[in-house]
């Protein structure tokens, strides 16, 4: 079956780069999605990407797509501390439609 | 644009007790509904899905005696929590996708409610 898996925790300092990473099993997905989650709030969606594109930049986020891998990543350029929070990705099964989520990666700003 | 609410955003009850949270599309409707639970430090796990008019959709493992959904409108579906248990603990998340009211969004893109949070004692 499907399956989107992430590690669990990155730790990085205000100002720096962070890189989420996320590998997927669907090949047949359709779009891949990038959501942040606050604590005890529901999802934010931050960006997605159509499966035939490399790659999309959206202010500080870009988004890489290896699809002959399944590797999807997340690139948040001067982290904040507003940025912490657990962000997953997601992808849109190509069968179903339906969106299959990550572990989620609990992301820490230090300041 | 696009904003999906639910009611109540946290609710206690007893055991044995049943409750019921609505997912509201604000501004747009909705004709797929899907419904998502997440335990503590977890990912989301959907439910189930539901049509507009049409019985839901389970998931498998997922008890659709226990787990009612109604999806009565293009603009409300609830879930409804029969005889809950401690178990049953958990943050609901509803999310609506459709095309009705909507401008530039996708139609494959799925807008999330702020959540339920489940106590059951």
């Known amino acids: 079956g499907e399956d989107v898996e992430q590690s669990l925790f990155l730790s990085v300092r205000e100002g720096d780069s962070s890189v989420i990473n996320c590998t997927y099993t669907d090949s047949s997905s359709t779009y891949l999605y990038w959501y942040k989650q606050e604590p005890g709030a529901g999802l934010q969606l931050l960006t997605y990407i159509f499966s035939n594109m490399d790659m999309k930049q959206d202010q500080r986020l870009t988004v890489l797509l290896n699809k002959k891998d399944k590797h999807l990543s997340l690139r948040i350029a001067d982290t904040q501390t507003g940025d912490s929070a657990i962000y997953f990705c997601a992808e849109a099964s190509g069968a179903t439609n339906k969106l299959i989520f990550g572990t989620g990666t609990l992301l820490a700003v230090q300041p | 644009g696009a904003v999906v609410s639910q009611h109540p955003s946290w609710v206690i009850c007893k055991s044995g007790t049943s409750v019921k949270i609505e997912c509201r599309s604000l501004?747009?409707?909705?004709?797929?509904m899907f419904w998502y639970r997440q335990f503590p430090k977890q990912s989301l796990m959907l439910m189930a899905t539901s049509n507009e008019g049409s019985k839901a959709t389970y998931e498998q493992g997922v008890e659709k005696d226990k787990f009612l959904i109604n999806h009565a409108s293009l603009t409300l579906s609830t879930l409804t929590v029969t005889s809950a248990h401690p178990e049953d603990s958990s943050f609901y998340i509803c999310?609506?996708?459709?095309?009705?009211?909507?401008?530039?969004?996708?139609?494959?893109?799925?807008?999330f409610g702020p959540g339920t949070r489940l106590t059951v004692l």
């Open positions: 999310s609506a996708r459709g095309g009705g009211g909507l401008s530039g969004a996708s139609y494959n893109e799925q807008f």
């Open positions: 501004d747009f409707q909705a004709t797929t």
